[in-house]
């Protein structure tokens, strides 16, 4: 065989070798995603997971986000059916259907950030409230929290008895229950719905988180800020996935997966919320808002609401096999715990 046999001869065998065996493809893990493109679960999040799936994948699986794929409602559905791989859930949104995941929601009267409460929920849903089942259906990837929820008023507003009468936005949750006993009427609206209906009258404000300032624009309808310690109440999370997809996925890369997910996925989100929420004040200073704490004597009537709220919650819990007492004693140890750890901001990447 002269030279040039042999060049052809190693090209067509190089290109049979091409051919027969071809490189794995790439797993792709497709994010459904609500919330403006500039929201931090967009701009925080999603881009932080996938990097971190890349990583410990070593490329085999990545992550697509899209938008508009349905409403905040519909997310949970959306994944239920494939339509979706993953999203991120709002809780309240689906009243009836979650109630052990209110857990994070009452008042503490305590300072904390939401990344511990994030990672501090997501034990303590593995531990006690996932025997609720109350996510069936789909895989529960992580758990968050978001910032303390405060109220926000077109006037100036002192104490409790000023907010009586008065129509705040709600959305859901514990917040709906703490609003009747402070004698507010509740107006259901979406945050986005604020600026427009507080700037036409509608409402005169509403109860929503720090972040809203900016991102919500209601510095400009609300610029009066009644605030508690930790928040009026807490909003609860959850990042989800279609079982079907690890169908798809080695076992490996499986459990690559769930090793950037669980506490450190959890720990993302309520950082991104407290990042987001030291947004929102900022904004809403140079504006001009106003904050005022509740005098102390309300704040006794608020622990009076809220252990009416938590007994309540108890009961209702316990025919879905909760044990509410552990389960609120466990997220008050892990609270504690997850404040001595190492936070996440530096794993964090940002688009």
């Known amino acids: 065989m002269n030279k040039t046999t042999r060049l052809i001869a190693g090209a067509l065998a190089t290109l049979g070798l091409g051919l027969g065996t071809p490189a794995l493809a790439q797993t792709t893990i497709t994010v459904s995603t609500w919330g403006g493109p500039n929201h931090g679960v967009n701009t925080i999040v999603w881009p932080s997971w996938k990097a971190w799936i890349e990583e410990a994948t070593e490329g085999r ?95 100036q507003v002192d104490d409790l008895d000023g907010l009586a009468g008065k129509r705040l936005r709600v959305g859901g949750g514990v917040m709906s229950g703490l609003a009747d006993a402070m004698g507010v009427t509740g107006v259901a609206l979406p945050p986005t719905g604020v ?40 909003g609860s999370f ?27 996925l959890s720990r993302l989100f309520g950082y991104m919320m407290d990042v987001s929420d030291e947004s929102g004040v900022e904004f809403a200073n140079e504006r001009g808002q106003t904050f005022t704490q509740v005098p102390e004597e309300d704040i006794e009537r608020l622990r ?22 552990a389960a609120l004693e466990h997220f008050r140890e892990q609270l504690a715990l997850a404040a001595e750890s190492e936070g996440i901001a530096d794993r964090v990447v940002r688009q």
């Open 195 to 234: 600026y427009e209906a507080a700037s036409q009258g509608v409402v005169d404000g509403a109860m929503l988180t720090l972040e809203s300032l900016r991102s919500f624009r209601v510095a400009e309808v609300a610029p009066h800020a009644l605030t508690v310690d930790g928040g009026f109440y807490r």
């Open 238 to 264: 959850a990042i989800i996935m279609n079982p079907m997809i690890w169908n798809q996925i080695s076992d490996e890369d499986r459990e690559a997966i769930e090793s950037v997910s669980g506490e450190h």
């Open 61 to 155: 699986v990545t992550v697509e986000v899209v938008h508009d794929m349905g409403p905040p409602a519909a997310q949970m559905e959306i994944v239920a059916d494939g339509i979706a791989d993953a999203s991120w859930i709002f809780h309240a949104h689906m009243a009836g259907r979650f109630l052990a995941t209110q857990l994070p929601e009452f008042p503490t009267f305590e300072e904390f950030s939401s990344e511990d409460a994030a990672a501090a929920y997501w034990h303590t849903h593995q531990e006690h409230l996932a025997q609720a089942n109350e996510h069936r259906g789909i895989d529960v990837m992580a758990m968050g929290v978001h910032g303390p929820g405060q109220i926000f008023t077109r006037d």
């Open 304 to 325: 009076g609401v809220t252990e009416e709220l938590i007994a309540a919650w108890a009961a209702d819990v316990e025919d879905r096999g909760v044990d509410a007492d």
